[in-house]
């Protein structure tokens, strides 16, 4: 090409769009689909540009902390970045829980705030905050745009930023004027940040080492986390191999349920502070511990200088930041899963490296002992719905279908951990490091979006669901048929727990006098409202769920009284598990572990 | 097997190239306060204009665990481009200015005027009653010439705060 053609040819790629059209040819350009929102004046021109477009659709939700948790639920259940727009003030700063959400469990989202003009900032303006500063602790990174010129990159920066590495949330705060003005729109492909070069490469090195300590193992054991997950399909796969290579047994936390399927012989089970038996005592007794995308949380390790004491620990990780940040680790690798993975796999083999099979035979045995325990076993009742029979038939009327589970956060969250037996990833979101009440509506609702045909059920409490029970609107809006299954026992359930055992039975403030009818309520939303009281009805008003093909509350009741075990109590070791609260085996909690949360 | 802890805190002082963006003194700040880390003294300036990079030196003390999570989340930050732990990593010089005003008469001002000259301080100041001195150091030096100013009529301080480089002929 002659210098003019290429001149020529320049012009053409240099595009004019006002600020708010490249918002939408950037979301597009990144392969957008979905957008979860909320309109408002720092946002107009956005919402303008928005109005006539198409194969971008948008989700208006009735509050902004409810979009956010759709963009969660979305972007886990596709390994997609979910992308926000909000206002400019309360709208930035109601999706303050939301990004703090996604920051903790390490959730790609792309959130666009409106701002007010770029020379009123700092002036106290109608709707003006310091969105930047706000959210600078719970994103990723963030940008505030006073150039137009600006923006497409910063966009596209933002999705790059947002779903590599470690993933994570960001924000783009965008003055209203700058929405306005006219500048050079560039496409994706010619954007490359200055400095962000996340490391996935494994080095081979620590890989050998690696593969080395497995093959002495006597007592090893896989503990893996929600980065298996973040990692992509392929990830899980690789896991799945090399677990089955070994023989080795496998644990994982909350996060990374799913990764190994629940059926599988070799899976232990949950670990934590209310995970199973086997999985705790397979943690404290270990020689080997296969560290992988986990972040050794204070609700796995219990307490921590009694955590796993004569392991060996090799930890996989993307985010550098987590070695040796809570335990001190042998073998080191900072690396994307899927790539460790598939080295660990290829230098077994290569190498030709076989298990120690005598010891693994003992190890196994020692670990079916365990088993033996039941962990997870509770007293059935004839009278009054179990919790955790509930959570059991909705699995059996559920497992021939593809289901999407989302929780709230409290005694629900851990029997539906516990009891729901994952087969695949991306099919299990909850709120794990935040904790975060009423994520679990919202995010079923993002699952929907992603998934409108599929079984998506949010496993709840009647406490956190009203956190954020104005999204059933959302849902009735987009015809969008989410089971909200609510295990209604009238208290926060796990606050009352920590009061028996913690607090000498005072039940301060924990108890909902004043519950609303959630059958009403789901009418006066035009959804579908069930109620469960008895055993026996359960499963006829489970099938009854399914397969309407609407939006539906469905209120079961269960024993208010039912405390959720296994349990390791704050400040206890892995090794001093408490299996029920019959009989006289619950320990005094110390001073110290009253201090934790 | 978890290898004895070393819980000695020691004082370290990191150097951090950083793009020149609004917010990034901010984030690096946040990041100390918001994990509980201390800052003992904090400089940052642009040091290459078309580069748009600036160096933020911090001395913070912690455990060898405390500094090597302050290294690591450092790193995290989108425009860091380097971190470099200048008491582990390599080794460096470290200077501070300080400006300190001290005010009296006779012998005070005298011994003050004498000590100034053992510790090469600059006087940018005077007045019949007070001297301002420029010292230049490293910390401790500029710490022992405060102490000696005390009883001496010290009146104010202004310190830069820790500039630090490597030894040798290699960069950063």
């Known amino acids: 090409m002659d210098k003019d053609g290429m001149m020529n040819r320049l012009a053409e790629d240099v595009v004019t769009l006002s600020g708010a059209e490249m918002v939408i040819r950037a979301l597009k350009d990144q392969g957008v689909a979905h957008i979860f929102g909320y309109p408002g004046g720092a946002v107009l021109p956005i919402y303008d540009a928005l109005f006539a477009v198409e194969g971008l659709t948008h989700v208006l939700c009735r509050h902004e902390q409810g979009a956010v948790h759709a963009a969660e639920g979305y972007a886990r259940s596709t390994g997609k970045p979910g992308v926000v727009l909000v206002t400019s003030g309360p709208g930035a700063t109601n999706a303050v829980t939301g990004l703090t959400d996604a920051l903790m469990d390490s959730i790609p989202l792309v959130v666009l705030t409106g701002q007010v003009a770029t020379h009123l900032i700092g002036n106290d303006a109608f709707q003006e905050c310091d969105t930047v500063g706000i959210t600078r602790p719970c994103t990723k990174h963030n940008w505030l745009v006073k150039d137009v010129n600006d923006l497409s990159r910063v966009l596209h920066e933002a999705f790059q930023i947002a779903t590599t590495g470690r993933p994570g949330p960001v924000v783009v705060d965008i003055p209203k004027d700058i929405q306005f003005k006219k500048g050079a729109y560039v496409g994706p492909e010619s954007v490359s940040h200055r400095t962000y070069r996340p490391k996935t490469e494994p080095e081979l090195g620590s890989i050998v080492r690696a593969i080395e300590l497995m093959a002495a193992a006597e007592r090893p054991v896989f503990y893996t986390g929600g980065g298996i997950i973040n990692a992509g399909p392929e990830a899980s796969r690789l896991l799945r191999e090399l677990v089955r290579t070994t023989g080795f047994p496998i644990t994982s936390t909350l996060m990374g349920l799913g990764a190994y399927p629940a059926s599988d012989p070799q899976w232990l089970g949950m670990l934590g502070m209310h995970g199973t038996y086997e999985a705790n005592l397979a943690m404290h007794d270990c020689d080997v511990m296969i560290c992988l995308g986990a972040r050794f949380d204070d609700r796995v390790t219990g307490k921590i200088d009694a955590f796993s004491p004569n392991s060996r620990k090799i930890h996989l990780d993307i985010d550098a930041a987590q070695i040796n940040k809570n335990v001190r680790v042998d073998v080191p690798i900072v690396a994307d899963a899927a790539k460790a993975l598939k080295e660990m796999l290829h230098f077994w083999k290569t190498q030709r490296r076989k298990v120690n099979a005598p010891a693994l035979k003992d190890w196994w045995k020692q670990i079916e002992e365990w088993r033996g325990k039941k962990s997870l076993s509770y007293r059935q009742s004839n009278s009054v719905i179990k919790p955790q029979y509930a959570i059991d038939r909705l699995y059996e009327l559920t497992r021939d279908r593809e289901v999407f589970i989302t929780t709230e956060v409290g005694q629900h969250q851990m029997w539906a951990a516990q009891r729901f037996k994952f087969e695949g990833p991306n099919h299990w979101m909850t709120s794990g490091g935040l904790g975060t009440m009423g994520y679990g509506l919202p995010a079923s609702i993002g699952v929907q979006v992603a998934h409108p045909d599929a079984l998506v059920i949010d496993i709840a409490g009647e406490a956190s669901v009203q956190m954020t029970m104005q999204e059933m609107s959302t849902a009735m809006q987009y015809g969008l048929p989410v089971k909200i299954f609510i295990l209604n026992n009238q208290y926060m359930g796990m606050v009352r727990q920590w009061q028996q055992l913690l607090h000498g039975g005072r039940y301060s403030h924990s108890y909902s006098e004043a519950l609303p009818d959630f059958v009403k309520m789901a009418e006066a939303f035009g959804c579908v409202g069930l109620r469960a009281e008895k055993p026996g009805e359960l499963d006829d008003k489970i099938r009854e769920m399914i397969d309407v093909k609407r939006p539906v509350l469905f209120d079961c009741r269960v024993d208010p009284k039912e405390n959720c075990y296994p349990m390791i109590y704050s400040g206890a070791a892995h090794n001093e598990m408490v299996l029920s609260d019959a009989g006289d085996e619950t320990p005094e909690v110390t001073e110290e572990g009253k201090m934790l949360v | ?172």
């Not at chain 2, 070393?6 to 370290?12: L, Y």
């Not at chain 2, 500094?67 to 008491?87: F, Y």
């Open chain 2, 1 to 172: 097997m978890n290898t004895i802890a070393d819980k000695r805190t020691r004082r370290h002082t990191i150097a951090v190239l950083v793009d020149n963006e609004a917010g990034v003194l901010a984030r690096v700040v946040g990041l100390f306060s918001g994990r509980g880390y201390n800052i003992e003294s904090l400089t940052v300036a642009e040091v290459d204009a078309t580069a748009h990079t600036s160096r933020i030196t911090v001395v913070t003390s912690g455990t060898p665990d405390v500094i090597e999570q302050i290294e690591a989340q450092l790193r995290r930050l989108v425009p860091v481009h380097r971190v470099v732990n200048w008491t582990t990593d390599k080794p460096g010089v470290e200077r501070e200015m300080a400006l300190v005003k001290v005010a009296g008469q006779g012998d005070k001002r005298v011994e003050a005027m004498r000590i100034s000259q053992v510790f090469r301080a600059r006087v940018v100041d005077t007045t019949h009653t007070s001297f301002v001195f420029e010292i230049t150091g490293g910390p401790d030096k500029v710490d022992n010439f405060i102490d000696l100013m005390r009883p001496l009529g010290l009146v104010d301080v202004s310190r830069t705060g820790v500039a630090a480089i490597s030894r040798g002929p290699e960069a950063m």
